[in-house]
Structures are given as C-alpha cells and as structure tokens.
Nanobody, 117 residues
Framework: QVQLVESGGGLVQAGGSLRLSCAASVSIASFKAMGWYRQAPGKQRELVAGITTGVSTNYADSVKGRVTISRDNAGNTVYLQMNSLKPEDTAVYYC???????????WGQGTQVTVSS
C-alpha cells in the first residue's frame, strides 16, 4: 500500500508564503513523476507543479515565478514552496505520484490553503 500525506496548508494573508509537504510511505524514486494539484470548489483539479525522477520540473502559468517544487529522496518527501500568495491560490492542494510498472497513480488526502485579502 502506498500512502501520500500532505501537510503545511493553512490560512495566510495575501503576499505571504507557505511550504507544503508530501510524505510518501515508499521511496519516491519508485515514481516516474510526482506533482502538486489543486482544486477549488466547483472547479476542475489542475496541475500546479510537477517533478520527474529525472528532476525535470514544470509549472502552471498562474504560479510560475512564485512556486518551487522540490524533492528530498532521502526523506521520501516532495515540497511545494509558495510565495507571494494570492486569494486565487485558495484551494485544496493534492499530492500525486505516478508509478511506472504496473502503471498506477496515487493521491494524497489534500491540504487546505486559504489566502485572505
């Protein structure tokens, strides 16, 4: 069983910062990619940032320049550092991991981020 546990969410004022953590129960090197997604009420879940085993990263245009995804293989943890937060960043943030063989995706339970104006 693979478990992903997100933490670090909370209430922050606009312009503030948060660091989200995604702790995996297995080596994150076993995943071809990991990423952070977010979902606001009534909206589709969208990719915020992703990172591959090869350390390639990608970011949504809406967060580029304000967000950094990183991973700590030894700690089996992926981080999302978010700066200059805006009210539009308010959402539940989910961690995702994709396994090579057999192909399978895993999701965490989510952590709430609320940005006040």
């Amino acid at each position: 069983q693979v478990q992903l546990v997100e933490s670090g969410g909370g209430l922050v004022q606009a312009g503030g910062s948060l660091r989200l953590s995604c702790a995996a129960s297995v080596s994150i090197a076993s995943f071809k990619a990991m990423g952070w997604y977010r979902q606001a009420p009534g909206k589709q879940r969208e990719l915020v940032a992703g990172i591959t085993t090869g350390v390639s990263t990608n970011y949504a245009d809406s967060v580029k320049g304000r967000v950094t995804i990183s991973r700590d293989n030894a700690g089996n943890t992926v981080y999302l550092q978010m700066n200059s937060l805006k009210p539009e960043d308010t959402a539940v943030y989910y961690c995702r991991a994709d396994r090579y063989y057999p192909t399978r995706e895993y999701w965490g339970q989510g952590t709430q981020v609320t940005v006040s104006s």
